[in-house]
Nanobody, 115 residues
Framework: QVHLMESGGGLVQAGGSLRLACAAS????????MGWYRQAPGKQRDLVAR???????NYVDSVKGRFTISRDRAENTVYLQMNSLKPEDTAVYYC?????????WGQGTQVTVSS
């Protein structure tokens, strides 16, 4: 069982920055595909960014150039640096761990961007 703990969410003004962290226990972020997803009220949960075990990354178009996903193998933690935040980035952000047939989720962290 892999446990994921997100942190770093909060309230920020438009144009500001936040860095989310996802600390994993019970599994290595080095071997998994790690992802950040978000879910706004009344909407589905969508992929924001993903990093594979080979360090390939991909981003949803709306965050390209503003968000960066990274991994610290020593800390067994994945980060999402979010810059130039917009009100439409407001959502609960979830960390995902995928390895083979196994998929684990964190509990989520709220990000609110005020205009």
């Amino acid at each position: 069982q892999v446990h994921l703990m997100e942190s770093g969410g909060g309230l920020v003004q438009a144009g500001g920055s936040l860095r989310l962290a996802c600390a994993a226990s019970g599994g290595s972020v080095s071997v998994a595909t790690m992802g950040w997803y978000r879910q706004a009220p009344g909407k589905q949960r969508d992929l924001v960014a993903r990093i594979t075990r080979d360090s390939n990354t991909n981003y949803v178009d709306s965050v390209k150039g503003r968000f960066t996903i990274s991994r610290d193998r020593a800390e067994n933690t994945v980060y999402l640096q979010m810059n130039s935040l917009k009100p439409e980035d407001t959502a609960v952000y979830y960390c995902s761990y995928v390895f083979g047939q196994y998929n684990f989720w964190g509990q989520g962290t709220q990000v609110t961007v005020s205009s």
